[in-house]
């Protein structure tokens, strides 16, 4: 079954010390995966895609098709970066459709 | 701002009572979502327009329709809510092929008393 795992629902660090939120996937095909994030009283939003190998905020991801797993991370975690993050996975149906298979979600606290 | 807009922002509706949540956007994507957020739970997508094709996920209940009078609009009705169905009700818009990712509205958080 295709499916996302994020394995920890609380995340708590304190400021500048490195973060790490788990993301575990299952899928019988090339996956495409993203991190959402929701700040507080604000809209889901995109932080970044593993085709992008791209960093923003400087969070980044990396893809490990061996361990089915696209951890995000950042080394040094900002007060700011509280907040509620979503690991997806995109699954592409016959006909050109797609849908965004989501995580659970793991809360994340920086505290000063 | 071009972006996707969820009214109302929250909704209560009685038991049994027919309810609509509409999505608009001003993105001129082509695709457009229909997610259920329960509580502590992930996003679970109910069914999506790709154009005008209506696309049901199997496990989404009868109790759940959808229409899109044209590009910019997109509305959730509910025909009988349970209590069950008291949730976050998340629309997003993407632009297919272009490159993936999803636009999302504020959400409308229903509900059922």
């Known amino acids: 079954a295709q499916r996302v795992t994020q394995p920890e629902k609380l995340l708590s660090v304190f400021k500048g010390a490195p973060v790490e939120l788990k993301c575990n996937y299952s899928y019988s095909g090339s996956p495409e995966l993203f991190w959402y994030v929701q700040y507080s009283r604000q809209r889901l939003q995109l932080l970044l895609r593993h085709i992008s190998r791209e960093s923003i905020k400087g969070f980044t991801a990396d893809l490990n098709k061996g361990e089915t797993s696209f951890h995000l991370k950042k080394p040094f975690a900002q007060e700011e970066d509280s907040a509620m993050y979503y690991c997806?996975?995109?699954?592409?149906?016959?006909?050109?459709?797609?849908?965004?298979?989501f995580g659970k979600g793991t809360k994340l606290t920086v505290n000063p | 701002d071009a972006m996707v807009i969820q009214n109302p922002r929250y909704q209560v509706t009685q038991f049994g009572k027919p309810v609509t949540l509409s999505c608009s956007q001003t993105l001129n994507h082509n695709v457009m979502y229909w997610y259920q957020q329960k509580s502590s739970q992930a996003p679970k997508l109910l069914f999506h327009?790709?154009?005008?094709?209506?696309?049901n996920e199997a496990d989404t209940p009868d109790n759940f329709q959808s229409r899109r009078p044209n590009t910019s609009f997109c509305f959730l009705d509910i025909r009988s809510p349970g209590l069950g169905d008291a949730a976050m009700y998340l629309c997003?818009?993407?632009?297919?092929?272009?490159?993936?990712?999803?636009?999302f509205g504020s959400g409308t958080r229903l509900t059922v008393v």
């Open positions: 327009y790709y154009d005008k094709d209506f696309n």
């Open positions: 997806a996975l995109m699954l592409r149906g016959q006909g050109g459709s797609e849908k965004l298979v």
């Open positions: 997003a818009t993407s632009a297919h092929p272009v490159p993936p990712g999803y636009t």
